[in-house]
């Protein structure tokens, strides 16, 4: 199902799609454009630096236990669920972070990888950073 604001944000977001969608063959995809669209719409602030979405999450967690499970909820979420813990987590990172919004849409088309790459990738820019966060100063 597509989000209820379709309408309303399809003068936004079809122009864009170009031939990298067509809801004949790919429905999937097509959704991810808007769900993906509507949480930039949410937070706004996007960056052009190549990062994952973990990257991102990481500089909001630091050393919160519940951020950090809701991290390990959103690497578990399924295709159907994603959609909402993303919504979640972009609305715990709020506007001092910047979000990579190209990428969490090109990561959202291949959430189903087989081996997960994605989910692997997230994991390890998020605990990478946490490492960097917490390292005691030399």
């Known amino acids: 199902p597509y989000p209820p604001t379709l309408a309303r944000m399809a003068k936004h977001v079809v122009p864009y799609l170009g031939e990298a969608w067509n809801p004949r063959s790919r429905a999937d995809d097509g959704y991810w454009f808007f769900a993906v669209g509507a949480l930039f719409a949410a937070h706004g602030t996007h960056t052009n630096e190549n990062r994952s979405f ?12 519940s951020i950090k499970a809701r991290f390990t909820q959103l690497l578990n979420a399924r295709t159907d669920t994603l959609p909402e813990y993303l919504r979640q987590a972009v609305s715990l990172i709020g506007e001092g972070v910047s979000v990579n919004y190209y990428r969490l849409l090109d990561d959202c088309l291949h959430w189903t990888a087989p081996g997960r790459p994605v989910q692997l990738k997230w994991a390890r820019d998020f605990y990478l950073a946490q490492q960097q966060t917490t ?4």
């Open 135 to 138: 390292a005691p100063a030399n």
């Open 54 to 65: 973990g990257a991102s999450y990481a500089a909001v967690a630091k050393n919160s236990d």
